[in-house]
C-alpha cells in the first residue's frame, strides 16, 4: 500500500482523535494510524479494576465543541474507565473520525525521505509516506515491566495494568500480589481487595494520597457545569495546571493551629485534586509542603488501625506532590481487611519470581495465583523512542536524546523536519489536564501546518531553540519542589538506564500558552521556517 495522506497522525487517544478532526477542518488530507483496534489511547488499554479517571468529569473532555459539552451526560464526579472509553467511541462517530483511521496499524519505523522532502512510515500493515507526521502516542502507553529474575517460570498469570487483558482476570478467592503504589496501583488495591481470597501489595515507597469522594453527579450538578461553561474554560485556560479551581490565597503558615487544621480538614473533606487548590504555595515553599504533608500522615495514621502498617505506609522520603499525588477510595482503609497485607519491599527487595510467587531477598516467600504489575510506564520519550523514528540524515531519535529527551516546546524535535509530537517531553502535558493540554498543542500545530501549507514552508526547531527550552524547562522545575523526588517518573528515575532530565514543563499551563502564542505571532522562529523549492534546489 502507498497512498500519500499530506498529514499521518499517530494514535485514536484523546490527542490522536481531535488531532485528525482538526486537521481535516484545514482540508488536509489525514491519515490516522493506530495500534489497537479500537479508538481510546489510554482509555483502551488500562482496562484494570477501579480505573478512573483523577480530573473531574465535568472538565477532563473536550472544549471545542459546545454542542457536545451540552449533549453528553456524565454519570460520576470522576468517570470510570468504561465512561471515557464511551465518551470517545461517541466523538469517534459523531464527528465521522473512524474513516480517516487504519485501526490494528502498528507504527514499526518512520524515516525521513530528504529527497522527497516527506516522511516514510512503516506499519505492519503497510507503508504510508506524508509531508508532515504527528505523534498522539501519549505520555504513558509504554509499559514499564520490572526485570525481575524468574517472571518467566511463573506458574500463574501475570499482568501489567496498562495491558490489562480485555476479557478481564478472575480475582475470586485467589490469591493476588500488586508491584507498585502509584496512582494506578492505590486506585486498582481497594477493589482487586474485595474479592481477592488474599492481597499482599509489595510496596517500595510509600505515597501520599488523598480521599477522591467520588460521587455521582445529580442532575442539578451536570445542570450547573453546563450553564456555566464558558467561565469553566476561561478558568483552565488561566490556570497553571489545566484544572478550573481558584486556588486558595490564604497563607496557612500565618494560621493559628486549630484554624490551620481546620482549613486542611475542610480540602481533606473536598476531595481529589482540590485538596491542592486548596493549599497555596504548597509545591514552591518547603513549610507550607511540610504542614501538608503531616496532615496527611496523621489521617493515614487515623485510618490505619495497626500502628506499623500506618506508620509502613506514611511517606518520609518525599514532599507531597512532588510525585503526582494519587487520589483513592478507601486505599488506607483497605489496609484494615484481614485479607490484605502490606511487605516492604524497599527493606526487604524481591529477589525472584519463582513458578508458585514471589522470594524476597530475605529467603520469606509469598504464594501467588495471580500477580498484578502496577509499575508505571517509561514516560514522555517512551512511546516517542518506540515509534524508531529517524531525522535528517538518518539520525535515530534514541541517539539525538542519548543524554536525555530535548524538544522544542515538547511540540518539535532539531534534526526531525515536519515532525510535531503532541504532549512530548517538555510539555506541560502530565502536570496538567491532560485533554486542555491536547487542545492546545493540537491548535496550535494546525495553526503552524496551515502557515506552512499556506506559504510552502517546512519546519524544524533550531538547536538554539531547543536548547533555550531545555534550560527553560529545567529551570521552571528547579523553581518548585518537584525535582526533590529523586526516584520519580518525572525524572525518568523509574526506568533503569535512563537519563535524568526532567521531562514535563512545570511553569504552569497558562505561561506555556503564552509563550506558544508569542512564538507564533513571531513567525515560529524557534522552528525556522524555510522555503521547500529553495531547498531543493539547493
Ligand atoms: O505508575 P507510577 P502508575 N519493584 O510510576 C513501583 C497516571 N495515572 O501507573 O515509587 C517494586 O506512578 C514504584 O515504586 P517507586 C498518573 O499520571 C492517571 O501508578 O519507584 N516497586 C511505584 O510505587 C500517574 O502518576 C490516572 O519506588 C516498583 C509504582 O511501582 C501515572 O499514570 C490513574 C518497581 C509505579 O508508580 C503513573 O502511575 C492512574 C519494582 N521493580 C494513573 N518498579 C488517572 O486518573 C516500580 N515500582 C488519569
Same mark, same amino acid.
Given at each position: 500500500m502507498d497512498t500519500a495522506p499530506d498529514v499521518v497522525v499517530i494514535g485514536a487517544g484523546f490527542a490522536g482523535l481531535y488531532a485528525v478532526h482538526r486537521l481535516r477542518g484545514l482540508g488536509l488530507r489525514v491519515q490516522g494510524l493506530e495500534a489497537a483496534d479500537g479508538v481510546g489511547g489510554t482509555w483502551h488499554h488500562n482496562r484494570y479494576p477501579g480505573a478512573r479517571c483523577d480530573s473531574e468529569s465535568y472538565y477532563y473532555c473536550y472544549s471545542f465543541s459546545p454542542e457536545l459539552e451540552q449533549e453528553w451526560h456524565w454519570s460520576e464526579r470522576y468517570p470510570g474507565q468504561t465512561e471515557i472509553l464511551s465518551y470517545l467511541d461517541h466523538v469517534a462517530d459523531r464527528f465521522d473520525l473512524r474513516r480517516d483511521f487504519s485501526f490494528s496499524t502498528r507504527v514499526v519505523a518512520a524515516h525521513r525521505d530528504e529527497d522527497a522532502d516527506r516522511w516514510v512510515v512503516e506499519t505492519d500493515r503497510g507503508r504510508w509516506t506524508c509531508r508532515w507526521l504527528v505523534t498522539a502516542v501519549g505520555c504513558l502507553s509504554s509499559a514499564n515491566v520490572p526485570d525481575i529474575p524468574g517472571l518467566e517460570s511463573f506458574a500463574g498469570r501475570w499482568h501489567h495494568t496498562g495491558q490489562w487483558p480485555h476479557e478481564g482476570v478472575d480475582v475470586a478467592g485467589r490469591r493476588v500480589g500488586v508491584v507498585g503504589t502509584g496512582s494506578t496501583g492505590i486506585q486498582a488495591i481497594p477493589v482487586l481487595a474485595e474479592s481477592a481470597g488474599h492481597l499482599t501489595v509489595f510496596q517500595r515507597t510509600a505515597n501520599f494520597s488523598i480521599p477522591a469522594r467520588n460521587a455521582p453527579l445529580t442532575s442539578e450538578e451536570a445542570a450547573g457545569y453546563k450553564a456555566d461553561y464558558t467561565a469553566i474554560r476561561e478558568l483552565q485556560q488561566g490556570s497553571t495546571n489545566g484544572h478550573p479551581f481558584v486556588v486558595s490565597d490564604?497563607?496557612?503558615l500565618a494560621l493559628p493551629d486549630g484554624e490551620r487544621r481546620d482549613l486542611f480538614?475542610?480540602?481533606?473533606?473536598?476531595?481529589?485534586?482540590?485538596?491542592?487548590?486548596?493549599? !497555596? @504555595?504548597?509545591?514552591?515553599? *518547603?513549610?507550607?509542603?511540610?504542614?501538608?504533608? +503531616?496532615?496527611?500522615? /496523621?489521617?493515614?495514621?487515623?485510618?490505619?488501625?495497626?500502628?506499623?502498617?500506618?506508620?509502613?505506609?506514611?511517606? !518520609? @522520603?518525599?514532599?507531597?506532590? *512532588?510525585?503526582?499525588?494519587?487520589?483513592?477510595? +478507601?486505599?488506607?482503609? /483497605?489496609?484494615?481487611?484481614?485479607?490484605?497485607?502490606?511487605?516492604?519491599v524497599r527493606a526487604d527487595p524481591i529477589a525472584e519470581i519463582t513458578p508458585d510467587g514471589v522470594r524476597l531477598a530475605s529467603g520469606a516467600r509469598h504464594p501467588l495465583d495471580v500477580l498484578v504489575f502496577a509499575t508505571g510506564f517509561d514516560a514522555l520519550s517512551g512511546p516517542l523512542l518506540r515509534l524508531g523514528l529517524r531525522g535528517s540524515d538518518g539520525r535515530s531519535l534514541a541517539d539525538a536524546w542519548a543524554e536525555g529527551a530535548t524538544t522544542y516546546l515538547g511540540l518539535g524535535v532539531a534534526g526531525f523536519p515536519n515532525l510535531f509530537t503532541i504532549t512530548g517531553p517538555g510539555s506541560p502535558s502530565v502536570l496538567t489536564n491532560m485533554p486542555t493540554s491536547i487542545e492546545q498543542h493540537v491548535d496550535w500545530i494546525a495553526d503552524l501546518l496551515a502557515h506552512l501549507r499556506d506559504h510552502d514552508l517546512d519546519a524544524e526547531p533550531t538547536r538554539e531553540a531547543q536548547a533555550r527550552w531545555a534550560e527553560h524547562v529545567r529551570e521552571a522545575a528547579d523553581a518548585t519542589l518537584l525535582p526533590r523526588a529523586s526516584s520519580s517518573w518525572y525524572l525518568g528515575a523509574n526506568v533503569p538506564g535512563k537519563p535524568r532530565v526532567f521531562l514535563p514543563y512545570a511553569g504552569g499551563f497558562a505561561r506555556y500558552r503564552e509563550i506558544c502564542d508569542a512564538e507564533a505571532a513571531a513567525g515560529y522562529p524557534g522552528f525556522a521556517p524555510r522555503s521547500r523549492r529553495r531547498r531543493a534546489s539547493a
Open positions: 490564604v497563607d496557612v480538614e475542610r480540602a481533606w473533606d473536598r476531595g481529589g485534586l482540590r485538596f491542592r487548590a486548596a493549599v !497555596r @504555595d504548597v509545591l514552591t515553599d *518547603t513549610e507550607v509542603n511540610d504542614a501538608a504533608s +503531616d496532615f496527611i500522615r /496523621t489521617k493515614i495514621h487515623e485510618t490505619v488501625h495497626d500502628a506499623a502498617v500506618a506508620e509502613a505506609l506514611s511517606p !518520609r @522520603d518525599h514532599p507531597f506532590a *512532588t510525585k503526582r499525588p494519587p487520589i483513592d477510595t +478507601d486505599y488506607f482503609a /483497605t489496609y484494615n481487611r484481614p485479607n490484605v497485607s502490606l511487605v516492604d
